[in-house]
């Protein structure tokens, strides 16, 4: 019997490192590209959200969770487009103009704009400053929209 639990625990060992080994493998380009393109959408809605919560009169606290959101894929936007993810190796998969990569330093500098401006709004949004939140989404679309004017076709 003892030998049955110690070869039990022994298999489900194994099973656990070839699980493990899965999660840790790489995802495909074409899965990068879904998972970006499936941020984008969650960020919109985060984003329309704020703009609609915000107008309607709600306390500017009241959309904490969207803006820290919206501010943790700003940070993380550069991050989901490697290389071979364009539609040089991936065609009719994304909208990503091939400038992403070949002018990463004015992309980087246009997601950085971005991020701060999401910044900018989470702070506003914490200090329940609605008037401030109000003005700081203006920037993030003004922000958002001038890097999808340069990289998105």
């Known amino acids: 019997m ?9 298999a489900l060992m194994g099973v656990a490192g070839v699980a493990g080994a899965r999660s840790q493998a790489s995802p495909s380009p074409a899965e990068i590209v879904a998972a970006r ?3 984008f959408n969650l960020s919109a809605v985060a984003f ?8 309607a009169g709600a306390p500017a606290q ?11 894929w700003a940070t993380a936007l550069p991050t989901m487009f490697p290389a071979g993810t364009g539609s ?9 103009r091939a400038e992403i990569w070949s002018d ?14 999401t ?5 506003k949004v914490a200090a329940n ?25």
């Open 119 to 123: 910044a900018d709004l989470q702070a």
């Open 2 to 10: 003892k030998r049955a639990i110690v070869l039990g625990v022994v």
């Open 48 to 55: 329309g959200s704020i703009k609609a919560q915000l107008d």
């Open 62 to 72: 009241g959309v904490g969770f969207a803006a820290s959101g919206l501010n943790r």
């Open 88 to 96: 040089d190796s991936l065609p009719g998969a994304t909208k990503a």
């Open 104 to 117: 990463r330093a004015g992309f980087e500098a246009r997601a950085a704009a971005y991020a701060a401006a």
């Open 37 to 39: 393109q499936a941020s």
């Open 129 to 153: 400053d609605t008037a401030g939140a109000l003005a700081a989404w203006t920037t993030v679309r003004g922000t958002c929209g001038s890097c999808h004017d340069a990289y998105r076709e």
